[in-house]
């Protein structure tokens, strides 16, 4: 009898612990492609449940308890920092680095939050240029607002790789042109970085039909920039992205702590082939390039 009162007491303070809410900003494409990159990584360690934000993230409450929080997308991590309980930790994917910065800027609680950002490391673009062109030394890049701060970072990384970054900053796109004209006059490869004044619906296509006609290859940071002609990208999979959530996950089921807001882990490469083949460059395989990044890191 006394087994049973036990049992029935913990069941619901066990339930209660391991209870995770996926909270999506709309359904399908990326959104999905996390939650199943998460579902095939956290099979048994936690209640996994999915709901879709409909309407304004500001009207947004939880409809249950639950231990974690993980929000897929800007629009849920608003609604996720809040709307959640108090006492509900919260893990931001999906989401661009300035973007979950702005949104945990001049909070005072003492939740716990984190991120898996969706942008590349600039370390890990940069080394992916070292070893797909070793003759190359002059990295140009243009940065905007949001990329702005990562201009240290960025010639640090250049130069422990003994490359020699040539950087210039626009505050809008109607500047870019001239700057990357510039810019690209003094580069061996040209660096894309994620800023939405730079690289934009407007700009994207630009950027790049300005550089090849400057014979300048573009290093990208997503696998639709190399389709539409950049010569190769480093990026992280929605998969990806989920399947270190999941990770993340498991181990706050049992530490219930998070770690520190990141870069992706697990990551990609991508290579344009055809480009490739018009430079005059030989081929390359993604999987070999892949192993040799991992490996500086």
Avoid at 43 to 53: C, G, N
Avoid at 77 to 83: D, F
Avoid at 233 to 251: D, F, N, R, W
Wanted: with cysteine.
């Amino acid at each position: 009898m006394w087994a049973c009162l036990i049992v029935m007491v913990l069941l619901p303070l066990s339930g209660q612990a391991s209870s995770v809410l996926l909270l999506a900003s709309r359904t399908g494409g990326a959104y999905e492609d996390v939650i199943e990159g998460i579902k095939s990584e956290v099979t048994r360690s936690a209640d996994l449940r999915v709901q879709y934000l409909s309407g304004n993230a500001a009207n947004w409450k939880p409809t249950e308890p639950t231990s974690l929080v993980v929000a897929i997308g800007v629009d849920a991590a608003t609604a996720a920092l809040q709307g959640s309980e108090p006492g509900s930790a919260v893990l931001c994917v999906l989401i661009p680095r300035h973007a979950f910065d702005a949104l945990i800027s001049g909070k005072k609680d003492n939740r716990k939050i984190t991120a898996i950002y969706l942008d590349t490391p600039p370390q890990r673009q940069l080394e992916l240029i070292r070893i797909l062109l070793p003759l190359a030394r002059n990295v140009g890049t243009v940065l905007g607002n949001v990329s702005l701060r990562d201009k240290d970072t960025l010639k640090a990384a250049a130069r422990d790789r003994g490359l020699l970054l040539q950087a210039d900053h626009v505050q809008r796109d109607s500047e870019l042109y001239p700057s990357l004209k510039s810019v690209l006059a003094e580069s061996d490869v040209f660096l894309a970085v994620p800023d939405p004044v730079i690289i934009n619906a407007s700009t994207a296509q630009n950027v790049l039909i300005t550089a090849f006609r400057s014979q300048v290859p573009v290093i990208g940071y997503s696998a639709s920039y190399v389709k539409a002609g950049a010569l190769a990208a480093v990026y992280s999979t929605p998969q990806q992205i989920g399947l270190e959530a999941g990770q993340i996950i498991k181990a706050q089921q049992r530490t219930n702590s998070l770690p520190a807001p990141k870069h992706p882990k697990y990551f990609s490469v991508g290579v344009n082939a055809s480009l490739m083949r018009t430079l005059g460059m030989s081929a390359a395989d993604e999987q070999a390039l892949e192993q040799r990044l991992l490996k500086a890191e």
